[in-house]
């Protein structure tokens, strides 16, 4: 795996981890953290491809990247 794929697929599980308790079911609190933490290399509002791919219509998903220890997008992962 190529050390950015990693280093990405590493930042992406520890929010997928931390971010349900980061944000305590806030959703103004929420966007705020996606907006500063995500959206360097992610679009959120488009389907357009950044450095890693567009997060637009995630939820439900299915990981396009392997190692991502989910089997879709839901809210148990985000």
């Known amino acids: 795996m190529r050390p950015v794929r990693f280093a990405c697929l590493a930042l992406c599980t520890v929010l997928a981890m931390t971010g349900p308790a980061l944000a305590a079911g806030d959703a103004a609190r929420g966007k705020v953290v996606a907006q500063v933490r995500c959206s360097p290399c992610h679009h959120l509002d488009s389907a357009a491809r950044n450095i890693g791919p567009s997060l637009l219509g995630i939820y439900g998903r299915v990981p396009s990247i392997d190692g991502v220890p989910f089997a879709r ?6």
């Open 73 to 78: 997008w839901d809210a148990a992962a985000l």
